[in-house]
């Protein structure tokens, strides 16, 4: 069982955060929001007590899931069966704008789980405590909806798209409030007949040891750090020296040493997908990182598997002496670890290279993004809002990555990437989201539409 998916002590608690522990994103958003909770994330398909009949319908779809997504690579099958889930879960033409409401068959399926009972005890267990029901998983947000939660509903989304499938059966009549993680989403949940008043377009939910909230200086001082390491030359700096002044202030834009050396964050999905290419990455640096021109950080995740296959090729490439410093290939032991750990590393982290999962927002802290090729067709939304915002661009052949990676950062491309990312990307969701479910009043800044 997920180590955090127990109720905490009364008294810490002003909502429940309802994740599920599929994949990383909608954890990851959840794992943002833990204040709300007092720390602690209820995972609605693995909570202590859940009905064993639950906990079978959420495996089954979980197990599904992932075989299709790490069979993908498997010649002429692989694809097949992962167009046929992609299919399942797709996500219309945007344009001509049209009427979108009529639900698609997995709502259909979802509904009638429900009719049988599926998700009743997490709602019944909850409604103990009716604090407002925030949860970053759609299937969740129409449980509580469905059996007449007492509390306020939000539903937090985790791409820069979403399918029908994140809208009730009858959007209308739903009490469900959504936190869109930028302005597509507000746009679709109208075309997908969600009234208006039940969208606020908050941005993706980010760890706050990131931002530090509104008044803090830890997105600049990071941002400015990134950009050292990855305009070597300077031509970035002087071009834009004006603007970087005026937004990161003086002593700042003289800064000329990063803090820590130019550093590259490899991150492999929940699924275990794409491995092989993170091993393609690292042959490729292995030169650079033995000769210390970057650290290279290849996470694997909760996946034990990975991280070993990882520190097994490392030595195999002559690699040993820099494991732990130039060469970091962290294992944890928990998701709630995980996440604390990988956040930690992105304070130092200059490029994120990741299939365009939910990580793509965390451009919004000023790390440029290298795209893995997407999973999915969230995943292409994802890469086409990246793109949209300059923030990322998708890899090269990673087979010479120590050539064409070179060429981008000394250019001064990468530190347009990050830049343009930091400006662009929406970066404060986690605080705009806690004062609407506290029902404070919002400081910061309303967000354009399509971004």
């Known amino acids: ?40 994330i209820l995972s609605a398909n693995d909570y202590r007590g859940i009905p064993s ?3 079978k319908v959420w495996r089954q779809s979980r197990e599904i ?21 992609d299919k399942w879960q797709e996500i219309p033409r945007f344009y001509p704008r049209r009427d979108l409401s009529d639900p698609n068959m997995q709502v259909k399926q979802l509904y009638r789980l429900m009719k049988k009972g599926w998700g009743k005890h997490l709602i019944d267990s909850c409604a103990k405590d009716p604090v407002p029901f925030v949860t970053t998983f759609f299937a ?38 959504y936190f869109a993680s930028n302005g597509r989403v507000v746009e679709r949940l109208k075309l997908y007949g969600v009234r208006e008043r039940n969208i606020i377009a908050s941005g993706f939910p980010m760890p706050k040891e990131l931002i530090g909230g509104s008044t803090s200086t830890i997105l600049k001082d990071q941002l400015a750090s990134r950009l050292c390491n990855l305009d070597p030359q300077g031509f970035f700096r002087d071009h834009y020296k004006r603007t970087l002044h005026a937004e ?25 997908a794409q491995r092989q290419l993170g091993i393609q990455v690292l042959e490729s640096l292995k030169r650079r990182i033995a000769r210390h021109e970057v650290r290279f950080n290849l996470v694997a995740g909760t996946r034990k598997d990975v ?58 802290l000023g790390i440029a993004v290298v795209m893995a090729p997407p999973i999915g067709s969230q995943e292409e939304f994802n890469r086409l809002w990246l793109q949209y915002v300059g923030g990322g661009i998708p890899q090269n052949d990673p087979r010479y990555t120590n050539e064409w ?9 990468m530190a347009r990437m990050a830049w343009n990312g930091y400006i662009e990307a929406p970066t404060h969701g986690t605080y705009r989201i806690e004062d609407v479910v506290l029902g404070r009043k919002c400081e910061i800044r309303s967000l354009p539409l399509i971004v």
């Open 307 to 364: 991280a070993d296959f990882y520190t097994k090729a490392a030595i195999d490439l002559g690699l040993k002496k820099e494991l732990g410093t130039w060469l970091v290939i962290p294992t944890f032991n928990s998701r709630p670890e995980y996440f604390a750990g990988f956040n930690q590393l992105l304070a130092t982290t200059d490029i994120l290279w990741t299939k365009p999962s939910e990580l793509s927002f965390f451009t919004g």
């Open 405 to 413: 990676l070179f060429d981008w950062i000394n250019s001064g491309g």
């Open 140 to 177: 969740s947000a129409f449980f509580a909806d469905y059996y007449d939660y007492p509390g306020d509903i939000y539903c937090v989304t985790t791409d820069a798209d979403i399918s029908r499938s994140w809208a009730p059966m009858d959007p209308k009549k739903s009490r469900i409030t």
């Open 1 to 40: 069982m997920s180590t955090h998916s127990h109720i905490n002590k009364e008294g810490t608690r002003k909502a429940w955060v309802v994740d599920v522990n599929m994949g990383y994103g909608h954890s990851r958003a959840a794992y943002a929001l833990k204040d709300l909770s007092g720390g602690t």
């Open 65 to 85: 899931y992932e075989a299709i997504s790490r069979m993908k690579p498997v010649p002429i099958i692989g694809p097949f069966l992962f167009e046929a889930l």
């Open 248 to 272: 990161l202030g003086a002593a700042r834009c003289r800064q000329t040493e990063a803090g820590h050396p130019l550093t590259v964050t490899y991150s492999v999905g929940g699924a275990g």
């Open 53 to 55: 009949e639950d906990r």
